[in-house]
């Protein structure tokens, strides 16, 4: 049963099959095979650290939070610094993977229009994966309440500097996980 035996099984037989078609191909047909194999394993390097890097949105956006509650009970005089985040809110910092094409395109814009894209996304983000949640469990873990800056309980129009310095935070992050800073130099 090869179902159980998993990927480096699949890859050893695939390395197999091309070693002994390599010897009844002809120069243009294995350099289609070398190009095939190569575009595979491309494809399996750029899936598992597409993974990677989601986790990382996460994990980041988990610690982010932390500290931004915890800095806040502070600011309102708990000196116990009680923080708060939701499991719910991985996944959703692992989405911030969605912003790293909006990163590419919006690379040479000024600093003040592309935070005010990322705001205007992340909040797009919140807004939805809230609403989806509420959908779900009948609930949504946040709630901004029915105040004068909130939308449905689901965002807060007072978070657009957050989500402002946010995007340009997780846009550096970007550009560290992919290296872009190490090939500017």
């Not at 009844?24 to 494809?43: C, G, M, P, S």
């Not at 709630?143 to 957050?162: A, K, Q």
């Amino acid at each position: 049963d090869n179902s159980n035996r998993g990927f480096f099984y699949e890859f050893l037989v695939f390395i197999h099959r091309q070693a002994g078609e390599h010897l009844t191909l002809n120069r243009k047909q294995r350099i289609r095979k070398y190009e095939l194999a190569v575009h595979y394993f491309n494809t399996l390097a750029e899936n598992i650290f597409m993974k990677m890097r989601f986790i990382i949105y996460g994990l980041t956006g988990w610690v982010a939070e932390t500290l931004f509650t915890g800095l806040g009970s502070l600011i309102r005089g708990d000196l116990t610094m009680r923080a708060r985040t939701y499991l719910w809110m991985f996944p959703i910092y692992g989405l911030m993977i969605l912003l790293e094409p909006v990163h590419d395109l919006l690379r040479k814009w000024p600093v003040l229009l592309r935070g005010g894209v990322y705001a205007v996304i992340i909040f797009g983000i919140e807004y939805t994966t809230g609403w989806f949640i509420r959908a779900l469990i009948g609930k949504c873990p946040w709630d901004y309440g029915i105040g004068p800056y909130s939308i449905d309980g689901l965002i807060t129009l007072r978070f657009i500097p957050v989500w402002f310095a946010g995007g340009l935070i997780f846009e550096k992050l970007h550009d560290i996980l992919t290296a872009r800073q190490l090939m500017k130099e």
